[in-house]
């Protein structure tokens, strides 16, 4: 063995030196480096393999943390480094060393490395202090050259061995470099503790059995991320370190051409969310702006996203933002003349953001002829069909016996901007999609509806399995929902909307009474405290749904013009039968406090939005019958907005409807029910008794003609 | 600290690291509550600002007091009257029961006992709406056989309950059916503890839609039932708690993607109310619950 490696420095200097970036110090070991230099330089000569080697085990960590692909760059980077530096702090040293770890670290880290080798081939213990060594060797160096210094030191510098390397060549490659053994040399006879360091390599150099990574190149990762990384407390840090290091020899960064696919789904929302942001048109930007400035029927959504959130209630504020922007878009792709944000139903997979929507005058009814017409063309369909079977039958020469059964007669939907069908409904599932249509909402489905209860998917025209059976896909499930929704739970402060002034319809058919309200110019506000305090403050501003399932009330029987003409002899039998009696709702504007209590329970919550400072507080009402229905109200302002399954609440639990009875069997009489046929006695014994009679008749009639020709004689 | 001027990557990640290490929480918690409210908000229900502004304030008070590890923010039980905001305190050992603490204005908080299967059962009878007031009693007629010397004749008995005991039996049937954990959040030594795992880094995209990746928050009740096939491809350290997977009734968890896929939200049908959030590839993951405490019995005519 050689003799230990001159010391030039205590340990001590070159740690304080590192950390401090003062320049005396630098100066006092810049000459102590110089020798210690020497040396190193002639130590890289011998491995350059090595340094390659350990080189591209550091380019393939660099390229983990999303550094430089190849060590081709570090070298540009370095000047880069330097470059900038340059100005600031010319030639000095602690410049160049403050910047050391972060750009020279890197090629610090293959010296580092080829030089732990060699240590634990000699068998040294100071291999910090060798390391530290080391560490101080670039700024000795003139910056920007030192790169090209080292690759060229094997080709210059003689291949002086240093004082402790030993003759053995093996000792001085890894077990990869075998190949280039010089076997010119003499091979000294290893001595004790040398073989045991040989051994204890060996057994490092172990390949695992799960990989090809050796526990000794593990830990040579290992401790080069730490030193180029320079972490505060490693201690505490090493099994965070270790799990990474080991996680990122295998789980290599992929190509920065080539995208993420498990990120291709996020990717296009998020550019679809960015279609939403861009401004509609291009053009000069002046009139668009006093465009857009002057009223759109976009409501402050933030406003109310604010107050909302005072209460505890509502989406994030970015993604009341982007739902802003898609009303937004839904504005601009519509003819809508009001438009306000009704809220969220929560599905299975997807969730539903609606829209309640009012069209401009006429506009809507140009697509509503058209719905009609499709449904038209297709009952006239039908009914060509039916009467093309009918005529068939004629034909025949049985009769089939036409069934007694009518359907019930079909309560006639509300037509559009009355009653149930007042508003328009658009969904969509995410801000950044397109927003549907939902259909307007029959009586019959919101009937149904009043007796199933299932979770929507979030898909428009998934089936609704249910019994009874719903008439209709989600979409019309939804819209029913809905329909319930704003006729229980839309709110607004006493006096916020008034009857219109037209008086003297007390009167109409059946008291309907007023369905019409406007917004009362001369609503002063109600102190939020009484709002709190009584729910008589706070009225109903939509109908309520009668169990018909209509606002107003229709007579099923009355016949339309086409009934009479099909069905006179059906109708005299049923007229009179059925007195239907009229369903009467509690009118508009009726106050909460007339609400029916659920068990004894109170329908509606109020609170104020914050008990602590009541001078800016809200007052927020929360509905116990709809829970996610919130309303708040706060000097003029108010709003309702429903987050939630979409679901009634109901103390019990829900009963299914129960089938409906087993109908009852055809009449059993003499015409439906099988006869046996005679057997041959039977028909025998028939055919006696009736010649016996036959002769008993004549007998009589023989007796009869006697008597009358008896008489005759006389 | 020096190393931010110049930001070394090093650096950085080391401090959002430690940072993620005490967000690495169950239920929220105290010290990323903001992040966590803001993440669970799809549901609809959060926080108002004064009330966050109590919590994070009283939260650490309360860790302080009782000697807490963690403090995390479980949810808010809805009352007619009142609300109750609940908070649970975690000792060392993750899986140990948590004391539970509850307070009406985020101010103030009182522990609660822990919960006894005696609580449940009595409280098992007691349905609608929690009133918000802790010392409201519930009264229950039950019929009870009492012996009177050799008579044995049924008496009504009115049973009084606390709304404090319904209140921890709900709190801990939430915690038992519904509390959902990450796949990797926590492992197991071999010696018993379990610890919260430093290196988790979340579940990537395809994983985190899969309910095999979620666990329940307690103590395996199906794992060894599982057949010794299934086993085999279990890694003991991470795989020590029931998955979602089985749970019946099928369908019982709602799995979306919020967020524009960024987020993976699971909501439970079970308890309607019981959101939990986990940003994929992010150590991000918390759970809350905000409802009116009442089990959804409806589920199976719902799905």
Partial sequence: MGDPPPDPEPPSQPTSSRRSSQVSERRRTRPSVAPLVHEELQQIPLDPQILRGSREALSNQSNLHGWPQSTSLTPNENLVFQAEDSYVNPGFPAAVQRQAYLSEGRLQASQ?????????????????QELESAYQEPPADLGQFTMYQREDLPFSQGTEHGPYMTDDPTLQFSPSELGFMSFNMELPEPEPRELAVQNAKAYLLQTSINSDLSLYEHLVNLLTKILNQ?????????????????????HPKLDTLRDDPEMQPTYEMAERQRALFSRSGGGEGEQEMEEEVAETAVPNIMEKAFYFEQAGVGLSSDESFRIFMALKQLVEQQ????????????????SYLVAEVEFREGEEEAEEEELEEMTEGGEAMEAHDEEEGDEDEDKVMDVIPKPTWKPPPVIPKEESRIGTNRYLYFVCNEPGRPWMRLPHVTPIQIVQARKIRKFFTGYLDAPVISYPPFPGNEANYLRAQIARISAATHISPLGFYQFGEEEGDEEEEGGAGRDSYEENPDFEGIPVLELVDSMANWVHHTQHILPQGRCTWVNPLQKTEEEEELGEEEEKADEGIEEVEQEVGPPLLTPLSEDAEIMHMAPWTARLS???????????????????????????KFENIYIGWGHKYSPENFNPSLPAPIQHEYPSGPDTIEMSDPTVE??????????????????EEEDEEEDEDEDQDD | MEGRSFGSPWTRLLLATWRALSRAACAMDAE???????????????????????????????????????????????????????????????LAPRKTLYSLNCMEWSLLPPATEEMEMQTSVVKGRFMG???????????????EGEKVFEEEVVVQIKEEKRLVSVIDQIDK???VIPRGALFKTPFGPINVNRTFEGLSLSEAKKLSSYFHFREPVELKNKTLLEKAELDPSLDFMDSLEHDIPKGSWSVQMERGNALVVLRSLLWPGLTFYHAPRTKNYGYIYVGTGEKNLDLPFML
């Fill in chain 2, 177 to 179: 059916a519904v509390a």
């Fill in chain 2, 133 to 147: 007031d802790p010392s409201h009693e519930y009264e229950h007629t039950e019929l009870q056989k009492v012996n």
């Fill in chain 2, 32 to 94: 990323s509550l903001l992040l966590s409210l803001e993440l669970a908000s799809g549901s609809g229900q959060g926080l108002s600002p004064d009330r966050r502004a109590s919590l994070l304030t009283s939260l650490m008070l309360v860790k302080r007091d009782y000697r807490f590890d963690r403090v995390l923010f479980w949810g808010r039980i809805l009352g007619l009257v009142a609300d109750y905001y609940i908070a649970q305190g975690v000792s060392e050992d993750q």
């Fill in chain 1, 112 to 128: 580092n490395a080829s030089l732990m080798l060699q240590q634990l081939q000699q068998g040294e213990g100071n291999l910090f």
């Fill in chain 1, 335 to 350: 003819p809508i003349h009001t438009c306000r944000f009704w809220g969220k139903i929560l599905g299975l997979s997807r």
């Fill in chain 1, 682 to 699: 039977e028909e025998q014994a028939l055919k006696a008794a009736q010649e016996q009679a036959l002769a008993a008749a004549e007998e």
């Fill in chain 1, 230 to 250: 320079r972490p505060e407390d490693p201690l505490f840090l090493l099994e965070s370190l270790n799990r990474t290091t080991q996680w990122e020899w295998f």
């Fill in chain 1, 610 to 636: 914050c008990t602590v400072s009541p001078q800016y507080s809200v007052a927020v009402v929360r509905s116990n019958l709809w829970p996610g229905a919130y309303a708040y109200a706060s000097g003029k």
